[in-house]
């Protein structure tokens, strides 16, 4: 015998369960409701949840098209939040529709409270929570405080029960903060981060939106943290780089002294920034490029980039590329073994790398080195091995390369004399020394260093006349310094005099002092280019009046047309008196 229970004895049921309840039919409309369901949720019998309930519909769907056995999700609901259980309706094994129960989560709330494993878990949290050294807000999805840990209190300065319940659009208008990363984050549904100032602290906020399994917004916990501190110590460490950049400063000045009382005389600021980039490059192990003029210093350089390196106690090798043989500069550089060629030693030699191993290896006038040389001393920059000729095992060693040249090696890599990797392996620091013409500053000083040192030498002392002086410090040095250094030598070695004169001095110099006085008197200081030219052009046609005795004669000296004689004579007022010069008005 079957009983059958009418509908309104499952509506009396329903409402006798004292829960929300909700029966859907196969298409989703809504055919029974429990009296809390009518109450609370607003809607009735007849309607589609779908269009009632969008965001639960999508839930309920996959449990009415069989795609889920059932589920139990999150809900928020005119204000109240649920826990709801969808499960089906099957009839004749075949699904005919939901039922949903959905359980205050309040109610949840205060059972879950007595089990003693949640109140172990919620304890945990809240020491977690209320021991944070950062400020934690938790806010609901509408940005109202429902928590406020003690760390936000002290950044605030108020209690939890001052703020806990009120709305963050509230606590704006009371002035409580200017800015609510919370109340931002419940409109964009984004993590929002803001940096604001109260009570002259800086603050920063992290607000981070929560979401439900519906992807409903259902918690904001906000993050919050005291900069002044840090901002302070920021401020402290920056007054501490400026001591420490200071205290650097003068190091590098005093480096700088001791600098001037080596070989080594730095007055002009070309000069001096030089120096100043060498000392700071020997601290690293990059290859560095040292380029100028023959004579310029570049082995002092590299003397000074060593001493002042951490290799400092190691050997520095110096080799000249362009003294070796280019059939022996490899054997030279890499060593050999025993019959690698004729001649070579029958037990073998290290090279130059091997010889430096943990110290620096110059290599003068590097554009003079060969091409098969190039692609070895390539290959050690690279990986730091070398081979010698002979042999088949590669040798590791440590080794900083400092390389030197006169020439142009961008150049010599366009015309294919010189290897462009190997060029931009060596060019990574480049310094460029400049020439003595360049540093004027530095010449006296120079001059009257090597004078005290070749005068020392010999036990002799020599003094310069102010003309002498004068020429020295004019002449362009060609050679740069070591010209300038042979010059000194000749004239301590050579003098009778203590006192240096002009008519002491090398040719060289004296020549090159008496044409530079003759066109400095000639062409005073300030004279235009087109009269300087005049002028040359003018004195060219007086000595050639005085020569010849016409003007064709004239013209085929100056390897010109005599027309172009004749119109110079006019421009100039010359013209030809037998034989002699007659300058006409």
């Not at 944070?132 to 406020?148: K, T, Y």
């Not at 990363?181 to 419940?186: D, F």
């Not at 803001?194 to 992290?206: C, G, P, V």
């Not at 400095?520 to 007086?542: F, H, M």
Request: with cysteine; glycine share 6%.
């Amino acid at each position: 015998m079957h009983t059958h229970i009418s509908i309104p004895q499952f509506q009396a049921i329903a409402d006798a369960t004292a829960r929300v309840m909700i029966i859907v039919d196969q298409n989703g409309t809504i055919t029974l409701l429990s009296k809390l369901a009518r109450e609370r949720l607003d809607i009735s019998v007849g309607v589609s949840l779908e269009a009632e309930l969008p965001g639960f519909w999508l839930q309920v769907s996959k449990i009415l098209d069989g795609s889920q056995v059932n589920c139990e999700i999150p809900l928020q609901i005119t204000g109240r939040e649920y826990l709801v259980g969808v499960n089906p309706i099957i009839e004749n094994e075949q699904i005919c529709g939901a039922a949903c129960i959905l359980v205050d989560s309040t109610q949840l709330d205060t059972m879950t409270r007595r089990l003693p494993s949640f109140q172990i878990l919620s304890r945990e949290l809240d020491t977690i929570i209320d021991s944070s050294s950062d400020g934690l807000f938790v806010c609901d999805a509408n940005a109202n405080v429902i928590r406020m840990n003690p760390a936000s209190e002290k950044i605030h300065n108020l209690s939890a029960a001052e703020i806990v319940g009120r709305n963050m659009c509230e606590l704006i208008e009371a002035g409580f903060i200017d800015r609510s990363a919370a109340l931002e984050a419940s409109i964009s549904k984004k993590r929002v981060s803001l940096l604001q100032d109260k009570n002259d602290h800086k603050l920063i906020s992290i607000a981070t939106p929560v979401f439900g399994e519906l992807n409903e917004l259902i918690r904001i916990v906000v993050s919050e943290r005291d900069i002044t501190e840090i901002d302070n110590l920021q401020h402290e460490l920056e007054k501490q780089q400026a001591i420490k950049d200071s205290l650097r400063d003068q190091m590098l000045a005093m480096q700088q002294i001791e600098l001037n009382s080596q070989p080594i005389i730095a007055r002009s600021p070309a000069m001096i920034r030089a120096l100043q980039q060498s000392v700071k490059v020997a601290k690293a192990n990059s290859s560095v490029l040292l380029l100028g003029e023959s004579g310029v210093g570049k082995g002092l350089i590299a003397d000074l980039i060593h001493k002042n390196s951490r290799r400092a106690e190691q050997p520095l090798i110096k080799i000249n590329c362009g003294a070796i043989p280019e059939s022996l500069i490899e054997a030279e550089l890499f060593g050999y073994e025993k019959g690698a060629f004729t001649g070579a030693q029958t037990s073998g030699k290290p090279g130059y790398f091997e010889l430096a191993d943990g110290g620096t290896l110059f290599l003068d006038e590097i554009a003079e080195l060969p091409l098969s040389s190039q692609v070895k001393l390539l290959r050690f920059l690279e990986d730091g091995q070398i081979t010698r000729l002979g042999d088949i095992k590669s040798r590791q060693a440590d080794v900083r390369v400092l390389a030197a040249t006169h020439q142009d090696l961008g150049e010599m890599v366009e015309q294919g004399k010189f290897r462009l990797d190997l060029y931009y392996r060596l060019n990574v620091i480049p310094i460029q020394i400049p020439a003595v013409r360049e540093r004027y500053d530095c010449i006296i000083p120079l001059i009257r260093h090597y004078l005290e040192k070749f005068g020392d030498q010999t036990n002799t002392r020599k003094r310069l006349t102010r003309a002498a002086l004068d020429a020295l410090a004019s002449y362009p040095y060609p050679g740069n310094v070591r010209e300038l250094m042979n010059i000194c030598e000749r004239l301590v070695v050579m003098t009778e005099t203590e006192l240096v004169d002009l008519p002491d001095l090398p040719m060289q110099i004296t020549s090159y002092t008496a044409e530079k006085q003759f066109f400095s008197n000639r062409i005073p200081l300030g004279t235009s280019l087109q009269q300087a030219l005049d002028q040359v052009e003018k004195d060219l046609l007086e000595q050639a009046l005085q020569q010849f005795d016409n003007q064709t004669e004239i013209a085929a000296a100056l390897n010109v047309n005599q027309s172009t004689i004749a119109r110079k004579f006019k421009k100039h007022g010359l013209s030809l008196s037998i034989g002699q010069l007659c300058i006409t008005a």
